[in-house]
Nanobody
Framework: QVQLVESGGGLVQAGGSLRLSCVVS????????MGWYRQAPGKQRELVAA???????DYVDSVKDRFTISRDNAKKTVFLQMNSLKPEDTAVYYC????????????????WGQGTQVTVSS
């Protein structure tokens, strides 16, 4: 069973930056696709960025050119570098993993970690 621990969230002013980390337990990490997701109050959880085991990335349009997803297979960690943050980026951010990239992109998971809160003030 995969366990996920997200960290790195916080309060930041608009225009600032944060770097989120997600440590993944289990031996599948190096071959798993990973995704970062967010859920704002009153809204559905959405995919923010995804990365395959080979390093291909996809982003939701609203974060393109501002956010960068990356991974360190040796540390079983996936990162989300968030620059030029906007108040609308405020949400709880989650990560998740699956061997199937389509599952990651569609966020079809049965369980989630605790997430990390990102709050961007105007």
């Amino acid at each position: 069973q995969v366990q996920l621990v997200e960290s790195g969230g916080g309060l930041v002013q608009a225009g600032g930056s944060l770097r989120l980390s997600c440590v993944v337990s289990g031996s599948i990490f190096s071959i798993a696709a990973m995704g970062w997701y967010r859920q704002a109050p009153g809204k559905q959880r959405e995919l923010v960025a995804a990365i395959t085991s080979f390093g291909r990335t996809d982003y939701v349009d609203s974060v393109k050119d501002r956010f960068t997803i990356s991974r360190d297979n040796a540390k079983k960690t996936v990162f989300l570098q968030m620059n030029s943050l906007k108040p609308e980026d405020t949400a709880v951010y989650y990560c998740n993993a699956d061997l199937n990239y389509e599952v990651v992109k569609r966020a079809r998971f049965g369980s989630w970690g605790q997430g990390t809160q990102v709050t961007v003030s105007s």
